[in-house]
Nanobody, 126 residues
Framework: QVQLVESGGGLVQAGGSLRLSCAASGRTFSTYVMGWFRRAPGKEREFVAA????????YYADSVKGRFTISRDNAKNTVYLQMNSLKPEDTAEYYC???????????????????WGQGTQVTVSS
């Protein structure tokens, strides 16, 4: 049974940092794309970042580019999201996802992913 468990969320002041982790179990994901999405209150779930199986390619939403960094450790079946210079508008539930999308569009949209975690809350105070 595939399971994705996020951790690292919390409350932080604007300008602060958090590091999210997502541990995958149930199968080996070293050849899969791993991504992060988020859903703010009253909004749709949106793409944040994704990373290719090798880590050689990364993708970011314009809203987080330059502030967030995605990375992965295939030996640990884990993906990370380092979030710096956080803003109140980054407040959301953050979800990790795993899939095998073959296109850039697939890697940046919800439909490209097959497995999802339960989410971890990030709250940024002003």
């Amino acid at each position: 049974q595939v399971q994705l468990v996020e951790s690292g969320g919390g409350l932080v002041q604007a300008g602060g940092s958090l590091r999210l982790s997502c541990a995958a179990s149930g199968r080996t994901f070293s050849t899969y794309v791993m991504g992060w999405f988020r859903r703010a209150p009253g909004k749709e779930r949106e793409f944040v970042a994704a990373i290719s199986w090798s880590g050689g390619s990364t993708y970011y939403a314009d809203s987080v580019k330059g502030r967030f960094t995605i990375s992965r450790d295939n030996a640990k079946n884990t993906v990370y999201l380092q979030m710096n210079s956080l803003k109140p508008e980054d407040t959301a539930e953050y979800y990790c996802a795993v899939g095998n999308p073959r296109t850039v569009v697939g890697r940046t949209t919800r439909g490209g992913y097959d497995y999802w975690g339960q989410g971890t809350q990030v709250t940024v105070s002003s």
